[in-house]
């Protein structure tokens, strides 16, 4: 049986102070609940916080990005050992928000994932198709080719330690949310596509996440879909309550 995995991507909030003050806030809240496995995507200066903070429990810690050099002059970046040693255990890799924002491709999608994989990191791969792809019928193209050129080069033992987190562009942010139908769909072609890669158990056993508005009040129909695997969560995830409740309809 696949895992559910539970994320939050804080985005660029949360001091280190207001970190620690939310993760002893949620520790009590989600203790326990460990049908599925919660993890907190946090800002960089965050994350030895968090760690921190959440020593002992079941909350597990993730970075928003990680450069794919091993080191080297590139300013302002962050390598995956440099993750590594300070206790990260997740990185969130090809957001829309740096696909949009900051000229991430699938070419240094890939290289960052490799980067992190080599360095024991387990990965959260993001893709998603944009408002004009959905409304033009090719999603499930895009998705296809987006799953094809992330994970090119990762093997198939490499692959256990990616999740993949579908996330429509233009549910992000935005309140709207794929239908569970929509969402179940689509996740279930990026499957199909992981299992002509991989093979069928290989794809059984992926965690694929749905993201994109998913709140305390959608979450429990969302999860519920057999595809969809849990949730990349970014607004919701930035209160203790209704991070909670997403949490709690997970198990
Ligand atoms: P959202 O963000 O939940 O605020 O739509 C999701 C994400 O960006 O991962």
């Known amino acids: ?12 909030n949360m001091t280190p102070s207001a970190t620690k003050a939310f993760i002893t806030e949620l520790v009590p809240m989600v ?3 460990d049908k599925c496995d919660i993890v907190l995507c946090v800002p960089y200066v965050d994350i030895a916080t968090a760690v921190e903070a959440a020593k002992g429990s079941n909350i597990h810690v993730g970075a928003e990005n990680v450069h794919f050099a091993p080191s080297g002059a590139y300013t302002g970046e962050i390598s995956a050992d440099m993750l590594k040693e300070i206790g990260t255990e997740y990185v969130v890799i090809g957001h829309s ?5 900051f000229g991430e491709t699938d070419e240094t999608v890939n290289l960052r994932t490799k980067a992190a994989l080599a360095a024991g990191l387990k990965v959260i791969l993001c893709l998603g198709e944009v408002k004009e792809q959905r409304l033009s019928g090719i999603t499930d193209e895009v998705v296809a080719m987006q799953t094809k050129l992330d994970l090119a080069g990762v093997s198939a033992e490499e692959l256990k330690n990616v999740i993949i987190a579908y996330e429509p562009v233009w549910a992000i942010g935005t309140g709207l949310t794929a239908t569970p139908e929509q969402a179940d769909e689509t996740c279930g072609v990026i499957r199909k596509t992981v299992a002509a890669l991989y093979g069928d158990k290989a794809a059984q056993d992926i965690t694929i996440q749905y993201g994109g508005s998913m709140n305390d009040g959608n979450a429990k129909e969302l999860l519920a879909k ?8 970014g607004g919701a995830s930035l209160k203790t309550e209704k991070f909670t409740v997403i949490v709690k309809a997970a198990n």
């Not at 049986?1 to 660029?12: F, L």
């Not at 057999?226 to 969560?233: F, Q, T």
Request: glycine residues 14%; hydrophobic residues 35%; aromatic residues 8%.
């Open 226 to 233: 057999e595809n969809v695997d849990g949730g990349l969560i």
């Open 31 to 33: 203790k326990g609940m």
């Open 97 to 101: 928000e740096r696909r949009q924002y």
């Open 1 to 12: 049986m696949r895992k559910t995995v539970i994320a939050g991507n804080w985005k660029m």
